[in-house]
């Protein structure tokens, strides 16, 4: 289970360390980084996957990304007497991220790349320092995989450090460059734990969405990130998981409604009685509420429950009376996964606050950075940067 989350220098985050609980719950006005915090947890699990650099290059490249004020916000604007004021830049440019678990800690440092050799890539990031450790907090006692530049070290069976690569590129992470796991096992555990991660925002519930046509359905324990086999992953919780807690979430949303998949020729159909009804309804027929709530039911219901599941804003598009019904699934479900939730509906906050293992982190904005709001300093985890 992740426990601190650490983002320096990216939007509005410009030093943000956040303790996670099992079920994470970010909340906070428009505008105060909710989304800014969901994306940089998207961009560390992106470091796994390789796509690191092209999912910069979408927000605009590193210059876009980067925090936009002084290195240090001056004592004028803090006072109200001026409205810019601040120290100038006078370190390097860097975006850094990085999280921690009880075993494992890593951090990466992207900066502005060198201008030799001549490349027509020259506004690619470049990875200027990667670190994995050993427990939640670095130190050079618990360092396990470092990298600087192109070089890569890592630590063998005595403790030792050995080199294991010299001309590393500076846009490939460490963790997808080298994949030798008697060099380093603990990465290649560590990469495989947040390629699993999960990353749920903004289903499709439009006329044309994926999940109101019919479908080739297979084996689907984990639902896809647009909702697309979202038949075959209902039939699959029904078949190999938790029918039981798929029909309870149904009824305490839509009282004596059944969700029924109907399947022909290996195609799936979603469909739903509803109390009253004389007949089925289809997937088109659903209103949008009901098809997103019946979206979120296939991914927290999952057969294959990940390490982290992570939700950016699921009440969008849901009325007010199935707020409850989401908590209470969201609640069950954190008893598999490490859930974050990202959320500025006060009501469904209210709900999930509740629980014995839920933290509730409010972000608040000030002088255009990003703060947690009355977090107490013995709640403010331990946060090392690598140097570079």
Known sequence: MLTT?????????????????????????????????????????????GSLVASLAREGGLPSTLWAGPHEIGRGVKSGQYQVEGLRRHQSVHLRLGFAADDFGYAIDL?????????AFNLDPEIKRECLWSGPVLRPSTLLVDRRGPSLRVTDATGAW??????????????????????????????????????????RTDSEAP???????????????????????LQTIREIGDAAG??????????????????????????????????????AELSDGTLRYLLLVAALLTPRPPELLVFNEPEAS????????????????????????????????????????????????????????????????RWEWPAR
């Open 5 to 49: 989350l650490a983002v320096e220098s990216y939007r509005s985050l410009r030093k943000l360390v956040i303790p996670l609980a099992p079920l994470a719950v970010i909340t906070g006005p428009n505008g105060s980084g909710k989304s800014s915090l969901y994306r940089a947890l998207r961009l560390l699990a992106d470091t796994c996957q």
């Open 111 to 119: 900066g502005l790349p060198s201008q030799t050799p001549p490349s």
């Open 162 to 203: 050995q080199h294991a690569l010299t001309a590393l590129p500076p846009y490939d992470s460490m963790m997808t460059a080298f994949a030798d796991p008697r060099g380093a096992p603990e990465m290649i555990v560590l990469r495989e734990r947040v390629r699993g991660w999960r990353f749920y925002d903004n289903f």
């Open 211 to 233: 999940a109101r046509h019919m479908q080739i359905g297979t084996r689907s324990p984990i639902l896809s990130h647009d909702g697309a086999n979202l038949a075959a992953a």
């Open 246 to 283: 798929l029909d309870q979430a149904v009824d305490e949303a839509f009282p004596g409604a059944e969700v029924i998949v109907v399947h022909a020729d290996g195609r799936f159909q979603l469909t739903m009685r509803q109390h009253g009804l004389l007949r089925t309804l289809g997937a």
């Open 318 to 381: 849901l009325h007010p009376e199935l707020l409850p019904a989401l908590a209470a699934l969201i609640g069950r479900a954190a008893a598999r996964s490490q859930i974050v939730v990202v959320s500025h509906n006060a009501h469904l906050v209210s709900l999930l606050r509740d629980g014995a293992d839920t933290g509730t982190i409010e972000l608040e904005k000030a002088f255009g950075e990003t703060r947690i709001k009355d977090l107490d300093a013995a709640d403010r985890p």
